[in-house]
């Protein structure tokens, strides 16, 4: 029987589409990565029984990055990013052994069916899934299609039944263009956010910024937001006055009159004004108008639109709203939430999404009567040709959908409820009066049938005040005229959604990555959200668009974005050639690299106002091994020693405190360690700031603390201090931290096990001995008499962690994702692990405990 792979690009939505396409009888088990479950059932395919099997990817499966040496900063020139770097693709997330789990799955299989987004990204995905599979499948007799893309919008049984029936081919040339923008993006980006990184944070110690990004996109979303704080700060309030009449209609009753010129800016003229029409008693009726409108019904919603309103009315960012909305989409409540389109083609089905709201406790009278009386055609809105608009797929509840996902629910229910309804009409009445020389109006509304404001309250007319029966020549009295003095305000900050009209506008990004790039330059601390979801520039992110301008303008304003966003787009329509738009683009860049880093004197004279230099910052911590003067510490992003005497700075690591370490010196260049600290329940190690920075041995990385140095004799090296190979991953050993007591901790010196023992034990020291079972090395444990686990009055006791029946009774695994290797089952590689780095010739290193339950892995949580 042949086999046909199917796959989705989530987990949740494979699971979906193989219930609806199995009716429920299909057998799930596991995939090896333990992410991606595979759904199996019987079948008929180009009408042949076959076998389906449907599983996932998570997202992408590779990702685009430079060669190995092409990623380290200290090494390459920027400017060779451009061309001279050679890319490769790599998985995305290497964890999850996506490729080998899918070339598993794929092997044997005679076709494949690809359910993955039906956007740009999704077929890029497509092609990713092929490059793996293809190679392990069943070849294909006389040319037989074995390819198939299904193009989908809902996770319903019409819909999905609907895309396996009419099964296409996925599009090389969209595939092409995300490829194409992923190159742009990274050569682009890592060019100019490497240079000014190095560069600002080698001379400014208050940057509060671990990163200096550039982004073709990220930056002209930023340029949005500095340009409205700029007119914010250049605005000059202005005076102006205002004439304003009031009128009686009867005893108790009395009206404001707007002045038909609104205001003047000279007080003089107005005080002119005033002094024409504060003497007249009577007020004129002129005219009377009566006028029946309306206020159109919503265009059908799109991506934009929706995650305008989330921020706006919903107090959403951007990116939480899309991801929001992505899980209301796989679970089947809404359609495909990335759309451009606000338009649904005659064919839709409306109706059918309707009916399903007719029994929810919110709408389902106002959806019965529309079902009745008949629904109203939705407006003609723009057909992008990719989705139709995001539409409510079935019913649910508050309570089915808890918290924000229900907010969000609603409002796409509402909406598309309203795109059927109809319009709001409403009579609005208006009377001009005549005070002396000067003209006066009144105006007012009343509903005469709310349409689709029954469904979107907030959307409603307001209530005005009903205007007097006039006619005229009537006349009424004027029981004052008074001159009011007022000034012009100032914009307010960017909201989310004004930037998102932005952006759209400009052609900044796509309706996919727009919340992307808002979300960057909000990590970045380039802006930060205020009340009402407003976006203030902070005083880097001002720096860096004022220098953009005084550069090179063209990198922060929207005009070239939006110009390559169109080549891109003509690539995804197969209109233009993949290497010459890629070819121009980055040519243009790399001229504009050139001139940027010729010309950065400019920036830098806006950074020398706004921040401090290096010598200036921080606090003095530990020693210089070079010139014994202190070192300073700077704590902000990216914190950092700096000696000033010599000019040189040392990283530090990042997200823990580091402090003083005893003022104990490195034995190969006599600077100070200091320690390095997660939290009182983490880990920590010391490091010498000289060696992290320029490791000192070839097995050493960059980074690294003491507890990773392989010195052969150092008190605080990893050879005095490691015990065994970690029980967790493949490359750490467990290190004891000796400042710890005396709440004793052993941490792997490379993923995030932390083992918490002898608590209250006066000394810990790792032992020159091993262990005879398992060659972890020995610890010796001096116990506090009153609190000693040992029998008698014994305080002393030399054991192993892993064998030691004492020892084994007082440790505690904290963080560790997995058990023991050794209890994963059969099948998985044990052999022998790494020892503890250096040791004495002839001393073998510890092993993994073959033959003894591990005391550790008993503890895992």
Partial sequence: MRTVLMVAEKPSLAQSIARILSRGSMSSRKGLNGTCSVHEYPGTFAGQPVRFKMTSVCGHVMTLDFLGKYNRWDKVDPAELFSQAPTEKKEANPKLNMVKFLQVEGRGCDCIVLWLDCDK????????????????????????????????????????????????????????????????????????????????????????????????????????????????????????????????????????????????????????????????????????????????????????????????????????????????????????????????????????????????????????????????????????????????????????????????????????????????????????????????????????????????????????????????????????????????????????????????????????????????????????????????????????????????????????????????????????????????????????FHYFVDSIAGMDELMEVSFSPLAATGKPLSRCGKCHRFMKYIQAKPSRLHCSHCDETYTLPQNGTIKLYKELRCPLDDFELVLWSSGSRGKSYPLCPYCSNHPPFRDMKKGTGCNECTHPSCQHSLSMLGISQCVECESGVLVLDPTSGPKWRVACNRCNVVAHCFENAHRVRVSAETCASCEAALLDVDFNKARSPLPGDGTQHTGCVFCDPIFQELVELKHAASCHPMHRGPGRRQGRGRGRGRRPAGKPGPRRPKDKMSALAAYFV
Wanted: aromatic share 8%.
């Fill in 121 to 592: 990204e999704g077929e890029n995905i497509c092609f990713e899934v092929l490059d793996a599979v293809l190679p392990v499948m069943n070849q294909a007799h006389g040319g037989e299609q074995t390819v198939f893309r299904a193009r989908f919008s809902s996770i319903t049984d019409t819909d999905i039944c609907a895309a396996m029936a009419r099964l296409g081919e996925p599009d090389h040339n969209e595939a092409l263009s995300v490829d194409a923008r992923q190159e742009l993006d990274l050569r682009i980006g890592c060019a100019f956010t490497r240079f000014q990184t190095k560069y600002f944070q080698g001379k400014y110690g208050n940057l509060d910024s671990s990163l200096i990004s550039f982004g073709p996109c990220q930056t002209p979303t930023l340029g949005f937001c500095v340009e409205r704080h700029d007119k914010i700060q250049s605005f000059k309030p202005e005076a102006y006055w205002v004439l304003q009449a009031k009128v009686d209609v009867d005893k108790d009753r009395s009206l404001l009159l707007d002045w038909d010129r609104v205001r003047v800016f000279d007080r003089e003229i107005a005080q002119m004004f005033l002094n024409m029409t504060k003497l007249e008693k009577e007020a004129q009726v002129e005219a009377t108008s009566r006028k029946e409108k309306a206020k159109q019904r919503p265009l059908a919603l799109n991506t934009v639109e929706m995650l305008r309103v989330a921020s706006s009315a919903l107090g959403m960012g951007p990116q939480h709203a899309m991801q929001t909305a992505e899980r209301l989409y796989t679970q089947g409540y809404i359609s495909y939430p990335r759309t451009e389109t606000t338009h649904y083609p005659e064919s839709f089905d409306l109706k059918g999404p309707l009916r399903q709201q007719a029994s929810h406790p919110y709408w389902a009278d106002t959806v019965k009567r529309l079902l009745a009386e008949g629904i109203n055609r939705p407006r003609k809105g723009h057909d992008a040709g990719d989705h139709p608009p995001i539409t409510p797929m079935k019913s649910a509840t508050e309570a089915e959908l808890g918290g924000e996902a229900w907010r969000l629910y609603e409002y796409i229910t509402r909406h598309f409820i309203a795109t059927v309804s109809h319009d709001c009409k409403y009579l609005q009445s208006s009377v001009s009066f005549r005070i002396g020389p000067e003209r006066f109006t009144c105006t007012g509304k009343t509903v005469i049938s709310p349409g689709f404001t029954e469904i979107m309250p907030w959307q409603s007319v307001p209530l005005e005040e009903s205007l007097p029966t006039c006619q005229k020549g009537d006349t009424l009295a004027v029981a004052e005229v008074k001159l009011l003095e007022k000034q012009t305000s100032p914009p307010d900050y960017l909201t989310e959604a004004e930037l998102i009209t932005l952006m759209e506008k400009h052609g900044i990004g796509t309706d996919a990555s727009i919340p992307v790039h808002i979300n960057n330059i909000c990590q970045r601390n380039y802006v930060v959200v205020e009340s009402g979801r407003r976006l203030k520039p902070t005083n880097l992110g001002i720096v860096l668009v004022h220098g953009y301008y005084k550069i090179d303008a063209e990198l922060v304003l929207p005009t070239i974005r939006s110009a390559v966003e169109k080549q891109l787009n003509l690539i995804a329509q197969g209109r233009a050639d993949f290497r010459q738009v890629l070819g121009h683009t980055l040519d243009v860049f790399k001229r504009k």
